[in-house]
């Protein structure tokens, strides 16, 4: 440990003198003096994760309790981990079982490293939130610079994780339950390798609007649900459970669920209590545009029979409409859409109702989904699909990917320790090493009262 102490304050200090000086004589940006400090920092987490992980190493081999039931089968076997500083290599003794066949590394074990793992947690967290955002690739440069991560090493990180459950972020119970709650749902269309597309849902809940700026609105304490499902009612059953841990049900008068009209989002009226189902504005818009958008104020018409919520009238605007139109595909088009708005004829007059507050899912669906899934000309699996619509629904939520990967990766690791150190003997061993490097250190033996010196001295206790 001295040696490494040493190593690290001399590094330390040569670099900020170094590029302090650059500074002053080569008039170079603080930006650039911030990244060399960042590599020399990044160089010293190599260092101090080497020596922590050496130092367990030796206290697992000196133990009472270790050599009880393990004898040493290899020493100083080498191994490489990546983490966010850079890669760590380091030595660590192979342990054999005296009674049963079993090989272990108990150092690495106890401090999380399973025998095939050769990216710390950490980093492999750091790639899992960039590439929620950007293409694997980019992001296994963005998460460690000074490492070389491929495209498969990153999906390998996101599969380790795991499809992330909704759930998976805490469910806050409001203070006030409001009389109305307001759903909206749709999915989005990602290309699959093997052809065709994979449509992932989402379906997020809301208060209400609120005005933040002239023409802008913003969801009260929005949440949001989504992912493949092989049935809907999976979905729905989350979002009705939501809705019963967040809120006092009792208190609820009614829920908009707005939506295109596709039958897995109409189920969800079924499913979730006291929930009424309005077309949406945006499918409503573009039926109205195709049946209309060719002849002269046909538009126009068709909304002021939605308006007057005259079916009647509006019957008779489609008829006027298809007797004017020419061609058979164009009017199959406009039956198609007088189709549409008449299923829903009974959705359509929520529009008009003052507690109505709109739908924007086609607005959301690009920035939870479409930015990542279906914007750029990629080819997906459907698992991928899957694990991504959650990981960027579990980022909307506000989930925290490293506490996740952690809370994930004990639980697989629980069982599997295999050794409990004396943890007194170790501290004793600890405070000796420590108290031994620091007052070797140059800095403190040398009578200055510099501010190294001040600081090592408190810390030593003198």
Request: proline share 2%.
């Amino acid at each position: 440990m001295k040696n490494s102490i040493t190593e690290i304050a001399g590094l330390i200090t040569r670099s900020f003198e170094e590029n302090f000086e650059k500074i002053l004589m080569e008039k170079k940006d603080i930006s650039e003096f911030v990244i060399e400090i960042k590599k020399t920092l990044d160089h010293v987490g190599v260092i101090l994760t080497k020596e922590v992980l050496e130092m367990l190493d030796s206290l697992v081999k000196s133990d009472s309790r270790r050599k009880q039931n393990w004898h040493v089968h290899e020493k100083a076997v080498p191994n490489t981990l990546a983490t966010i500083f850079g890669e760590v290599h380091y030595r660590r003794t192979y342990y054999k079982h005296k009674s049963e066949k079993e090989y272990r590394h108990l150092s690495d074990e106890l401090v999380g490293i399973d025998s095939y793992d050769k990216m710390d947690i950490s980093l492999k967290s750091k790639l899992i939130e960039e590439a929620i955002d950007t293409p694997y690739a980019r992001s296994g440069r963005k998460a460690a610079e000074a490492i070389e991560i491929s495209s498969q090493s990153v999906m390998n990180a996101i599969r380790e994780l795991g499809p992330v459950k909704s759930s998976e972020v805490k469910i806050l119970r409001a203070k006030e339950t409001p009389k109305i709650l307001y759903i909206e749902a749709d999915e989005d269309h990602a290309a699959l390798q093997t052809g065709g597309c994979a449509e992932p849902k989402l379906v997020y809940l809301h208060e209400g609007r609120k005005q933040v700026g002239k023409d802008r609105f913003r969801l009260q304490n929005v949440r949001y649900f989504g992912g493949m499902y092989k049935e809907s009612e999976e979905l729905w059953n989350e979002v009705a459970n939501y809705i019963d841990q967040a809120y006092d049900y009792d208190q609820i008068e009614k829920i908009y669920l707005s939506g295109d009209g596709a039958r897995w989002i109409k189920a969800g009226a079924a499913i979730v209590n006291k929930s009424i189902f309005v077309l949406d504005r945006y499918h409503l818009n573009k039926a109205v545009k195709s049946a209309g958008a060719h002849l002269e104020n046909a538009e126009r018409e068709i909304w002021k029979a939605i308006r007057r919520r005259d079916k009647k009238y509006l019957k008779v605007v489609f008829e006027t409409i298809l007797d004017a139109t020419e061609t058979e595909a164009k009017a199959e088009t406009v039956k198609e859409a007088k189709a549409y708005i008449l299923n829903h004829w009974e959705n359509l007059k929520h529009h008009y109702s003052d507690d109505y507050s709109g739908c924007s899912a086609e607005g959301h669906i690009s920035h939870i989904y479409s930015d990542r899934l279906s914007s750029r000309p990629l080819g997906w699996s459907r698992e991928g699909v899957d694990q991504m619509a959650r990981l960027r629904v579990f980022k909307a939520n506000g989930g925290n990917i490293y506490d996740l990967a952690l809370k994930k990766k004990q639980e697989r690791i629980r069982e599997t320790k295999t050794i409990e150190l004396d943890l007194k003997v170790c501290r004793k061993k600890m405070q000796k090493a420590s108290g031994e490097t620091i007052g070797n250190l140059p800095a403190l033996n040398s009578g200055k009262r510099t501010q190294l010196a001040l600081a090592l001295r408190a810390f030593r206790g003198i």
